[in-house]
């Protein structure tokens, strides 16, 4: 039986045409703007997109005119492969941008793939992402009449290779310093929170996640001054899940801090931007001494090996 492991993510733009593609699709997902009318769904994604488009472009061109999301994850399908060899092939969809599930399924049929394994690349479990994704694929793969066989992984972060991959980063982040003299924020893409109330499980994965990665730091001898937790890419002016990040820059009294994007195995415009460029500028404003990005796992030989032992587990 030929099978097939294939990485899922939210996608991002391949270039600055792609970014109204993006929105577009995004905001028509009934998994984010979520309401019984798909015409009222379709207005309010066409409005969003009308508002955000020129702004996203700016956004994109300020870190290469593209999502860097997109070559990274093209650079694990190639190691990923290069453990794999012949076992199985290796490739991904996006959700909103190329490739889709519609192209990548249709290629993979046509290769006689009778078995599919379903990664995807989101640590932690929300409707918003990860069942969206997976759904996406299943929907579509039903679509086009492939008699496929899937096997899905839901979430990650509990993995301990991953974990040590998250370590390995944050030791990148802090050189030869001592991790006393750092605060340590863990950031997390925020959810709106009636989500959340809905029964989403995001938040709990999130907190869970900090907590495990809090002891293997400790058990390794990182000891920050203070370990945090906060939110970041709230959209619109309804509740989302708190502390915001911006607000957790304003209260913290030591000045050097270390961020980690513990929502993302992938860097995309979140971290490059968001992160690295938008905030940095804040923490600049706000006397901070130090302020560093944690680079997210995207192709490193850890995260390799976790897809890899991912796979290996639920074959």
């Given at each position: 039986m030929k099978e097939a492991i294939v990485l899922l993510n939210m996608g991002g733009p391949n270039n600055l045409k792609e970014v109204?593609?993006?929105?577009?699709?995004?905001?028509?997902?009934?998994?984010?703007?979520?309401?019984?009318?798909?015409?009222?769904?379709?207005?309010?994604?066409?409005?969003?997109?009308?508002?955000?488009?020129?702004?996203?472009?700016?956004?994109?061109?300020?870190?290469?005119?593209?999502?860097?999301?997109?070559?990274?994850?093209?650079?694990l399908v190639q190691a990923l492969q290069g453990e794999i060899g012949e076992e199985a092939v290796v490739d991904f969809v996006m959700r909103y941008t190329p490739p889709m599930a519609l192209e990548v399924c249709t290629k993979l049929k046509n290769q006689g793939v009778e078995k599919v394994y379903l990664i995807p690349l989101y640590p932690q479990y929300s409707t918003t992402t990860t069942q969206s994704s997976l759904d996406d694929f299943e929907s579509v793969s039903h679509a086009i009449g492939w008699d496929?066989?899937?096997?899905?992984?839901?979430?990650?972060?509990?993995?301990?290779?991953?974990?040590?991959?998250?370590?390995?980063?944050?030791?990148?982040?802090?050189?030869?310093?001592?991790?006393?003299?750092?605060?340590?924020?863990?950031?997390?893409?925020?959810?709106?929170?009636?989500?959340?109330?809905?029964?989403?499980?995001?938040?709990?994965?999130?907190?869970?996640?900090v907590n495990l990665i809090e002891e293997l730091m400790r058990r390794g001898g990182l000891n920050f001054h203070r370990v945090h937790v906060a939110y970041q890419s709230k959209v619109g002016p309804m509740k989302w899940l708190e502390p915001s990040l911006e607000e957790t820059l304003h209260t913290i009294d030591n000045k050097r801090i270390i961020i980690v994007p513990i929502a993302f195995a992938i860097d995309n415009s979140e971290t490059d931007f968001e992160l690295s460029i938008e905030y940095a500028k804040m923490a600049h404003e706000l006397g901070y001494q130090s302020y560093r990005v944690c680079h997210c796992p995207n192709d490193h030989p850890l995260f390799v090996q976790t897809l890899k032992e991912l796979y290996e587990k639920i074959r």
């Amino acid at each position: 039986m030929k099978e097939a492991i294939v990485l899922l993510n939210m996608g991002g733009p391949n270039n600055l045409k792609e970014v109204e593609m993006f929105l577009h699709n995004m905001f028509n997902d009934p998994y984010i703007i979520r309401t019984k009318s798909n015409l009222l769904r379709r207005f309010i994604a066409g409005m969003i997109t009308l508002i955000r488009t020129e702004k996203s472009q700016d956004i994109y061109r300020q870190i290469g005119g593209k999502s860097p999301l997109i070559d990274h994850t093209r650079r694990l399908v190639q190691a990923l492969q290069g453990e794999i060899g012949e076992e199985a092939v290796v490739d991904f969809v996006m959700r909103y941008t190329p490739p889709m599930a519609l192209e990548v399924c249709t290629k993979l049929k046509n290769q006689g793939v009778e078995k599919v394994y379903l990664i995807p690349l989101y640590p932690q479990y929300s409707t918003t992402t990860t069942q969206s994704s997976l759904d996406d694929f299943e929907s579509v793969s039903h679509a086009i009449g492939w008699d496929v066989i899937t096997v899905e992984i839901k979430h990650f972060f509990l993995h301990e290779t991953y974990n040590r991959c998250l370590i390995e980063r944050i030791k990148e982040s802090l050189g030869e310093e001592s991790a006393e003299n750092f605060d340590i924020i863990f950031s997390a893409h925020s959810l709106p929170q009636k989500i959340v109330d809905q029964g989403d499980p995001y938040r709990r994965h999130v907190i869970s996640h900090v907590n495990l990665i809090e002891e293997l730091m400790r058990r390794g001898g990182l000891n920050f001054h203070r370990v945090h937790v906060a939110y970041q890419s709230k959209v619109g002016p309804m509740k989302w899940l708190e502390p915001s990040l911006e607000e957790t820059l304003h209260t913290i009294d030591n000045k050097r801090i270390i961020i980690v994007p513990i929502a993302f195995a992938i860097d995309n415009s979140e971290t490059d931007f968001e992160l690295s460029i938008e905030y940095a500028k804040m923490a600049h404003e706000l006397g901070y001494q130090s302020y560093r990005v944690c680079h997210c796992p995207n192709d490193h030989p850890l995260f390799v090996q976790t897809l890899k032992e991912l796979y290996e587990k639920i074959r």
